[in-house]
């Protein structure tokens, strides 16, 4: 018998195992102690399926669906068998994997008439028979032309479309019994593997609800997001306007020499939007203080800087104020979990004297500002002298911007609140959505490395800290914006790719870094590329790309 030899991360250990051995043989064969099931395994920092076959020496890592990547495994496995469901209950009906609303994905469902609640009792019914019925998952590597034929045959020309523009001489797809779709990305290898899940009514489609990563055994919290779900679909209604909603089209209409055209509708979009919130402030008289807020990378400051010269035209003066500048004494800084300074808590700003000069400038009376010094960790007063007059707003940017403890001591009717963030509404395909924030993720890597001298590898090192802050500190105060405005692009993915690829092809595999590289470069390959140069100074994208006009 031939063996390879398998090192173990979960436990240390090192072992034999037969030549061919599939990552869930191998599990069990190393004893691997984990409180929850594994989703699938790094090999070599490459993100696997459990079916996968052990042909040469190999270092392994399993993860279970408390890591980020696992729960992804189990929501791409809760895609396939929904797509199944809705083919085996609706022949001639298609379903559209929309995009992430309250704690869960809303989902599109065709069947010729108004869905009932009925229909969506009766798919999850045969959800549930189709994970009891404990079927194996399995994946096929087929020439594309066939994958290709096969979807054709099927109807889906989302995916046909996709694999057209690919250009590759094979396909991956997966099936349960005779349904067959494909996922950019592992799947679980048994249908009897999903436990957690919810599926209900949400507005005209459904609601697929997913596990909490903390507490597997229990369904998000459902989360009202009614100004956030209208965002998604404005962006929505734009691309079947322009007929590009899928990566495929997108792929298409670059290969067709469309790319400018594209580029010019969707700047004139954004910046029409921008007008429209403009002339919504000036509407309201009074509004003396434009809070804007946005996580990491969503391009808040352009986004305040656009604005800004909208206001001018509406006959308001905005004057730019920092959140920075009113950080407390390092010394005096909250501490987080690991006992490190946690700048992204709100206490870490001084409230009371934040609450106590917008007050006083709101009152018509003149302030000094502050300054925080970063070398130091001291805060100190600047110098600046300032006070509004008639038509003077102030514009405020930063990620507690929506948090009413921020503006609590501040008249409501004088505030303006709008929250800024990429949100992808582009899909691989009809059932393969494209995670917004991959989208930021993207933007932080170039961003880091030509302004902070950061490697891809540094960012991705810190990601999941800055997500547990949003998560903290920004999304649950979403819903508080008088306005939501979307910062990604259609044509987006396509130029920033030629700046990321090569920073995520630096990440060494040795680290644990590279599964994310890895994943964030096998989704890349799927979209065409837009040269750089076709993208105007005054692009959002600009402030993560370089060449703005803007200064930052």
């Known amino acids: 018998m031939r063996t390879v030899e398998i090192r173990c991360k979960n436990n240390g250990h090192t072992a034999k195992c037969e030549v061919g051995s599939t990552l869930s043989e191998i599990f069990f064969m190393l004893d691997v102690d984990m409180p929850l099931p594994p989703m699938a395994a790094k090999v070599n920092n490459e993100l696997m399926s459990l079916n996968y076959r052990i042909y040469t020496n190999k270092t392994v890592e399993f993860i279970d669906i408390t890591n980020p990547l696992g729960l992804k495994i189990y929501t791409r496995t809760l895609f396939f068998i929904l797509c199944k469901a809705v083919h085996d209950l609706f022949p001639d009906g298609k379903i559209r994997i929309e995009f992430p609303v309250s704690n869960g994905y809303y989902c599109l ?23 009891a019925s404990a079927t194996p998952i399995k ?64 507005y005209d489609g459904l609601l697929l609800r997913i596990p909490q990563r903390s507490d597997p055994d229990k369904l998000g919290q459902f989360i009202r997001q009614d100004k956030m779900f209208d965002l998604f679909e404005e962006y929505h209604q734009w691309q079947d ?35 429209r919130i403009a002339d919504d402030i ?13 996580p990491s990378s969503s391009g808040k400051t352009t986004t305040c800087k656009r604005l800004s010269i909208q ?7 905005p004057i730019g104020i920092s959140l920075d500048d ?27 004297l934040f609450n106590q000069q917008l007050n006083a400038l709101i009152n018509g009376e003149e302030v000094e500002l502050p300054k925080y010094d970063f070398m130091t960790g001291k805060s100190g007063m600047s110098g600046k002298k300032l006070q509004l007059h008639d038509n003077d707003v102030l514009v405020i940017e930063g990620i507690h911007a929506l948090n009413p403890e921020l503006t609590a001591q501040i008249p409501q009717n004088q505030i303006y609140r709008i929250y800024a963030s990429a949100l992808t509404t582009i899909t691989m395909d009809d059932h393969n959505y494209i995670p917004t924030t991959d989208n930021r993720l993207l933007r932080r890597i ?44 259609l044509f987006e993915l396509s130029v920033i790719k030629t700046q990321a690829v090569p920073l995520l ?48």
């Open 326 to 352: 009113y950080f407390v004494d390092r010394e005096n800084t909250p501490h987080d979990e690991n006992g490190d300074y946690d700048y992204e808590s709100l206490y870490a700003l001084n409230l009371e």
């Open 282 to 294: 000036a509407s309201r008289h009074g509004v003396k203080v434009i809070l804007i807020a946005g």
């Open 311 to 317: 206001l001018v035209t509406n006959g308001i003066r």
């Open 505 to 552: 092809e630096q990440v060494p595999e040795n680290c644990d870094e590279y599964t994310e590289a890895h994943r964030l470069l096998h989704f890349l390959r799927y979209i065409k590329p837009i040269p750089e140069s076709q993208i105007p100074p005054t692009s959002l994208l600009r402030e993560f790309l370089g060449g703005s006009m803007f200064e930052y």
């Open 241 to 275: 306007t322009m007929r590009i909603s899928t990566v495929g089209r997108l792929n298409k209409a670059i290969i067709a020499g469309r790319g400018k055209d594209m580029i010019m509708v969707f700047e004139a979009l954004q910046e029409k939007k921008l007008s």
């Open 109 to 131: 469902l065709s069947i010729g008439r108004d869905v009932t609640p009925d229909d969506v009792h009766a798919l999850r019914a045969q959800m549930d028979s189709i994970i």
């Open 446 to 489: 170039i961003r880091d490395y030509k302004y902070r001298n950061n490697t891809a590898q540094q960012t991705l090192k810190r990601w999941q800290s800055v997500r547990a802050g949003e998560d903290k500190w920004i999304f649950p105060y979403q819903e508080n914006a008088d306005m939501m405005f979307n910062t990604a692009m």
């Open 139 to 202: 994946r096929h590597h087929r020439p594309a032309e066939e994958v290709i034929e096969l979807f054709r045959k099927e109807g889906d020309e989302s995916k046909v479309e996709l694999l057209e523009t690919q250009g590759r001489m094979y396909s991956s797809y997966c099936s349960i019994d005779d349904y067959n779709d494909s996922f950019y990305g592992p799947v679980l290898c048994n249908t009897q593997e999903i436990k957690t899940y919810g599926l209900e009514m949400y």
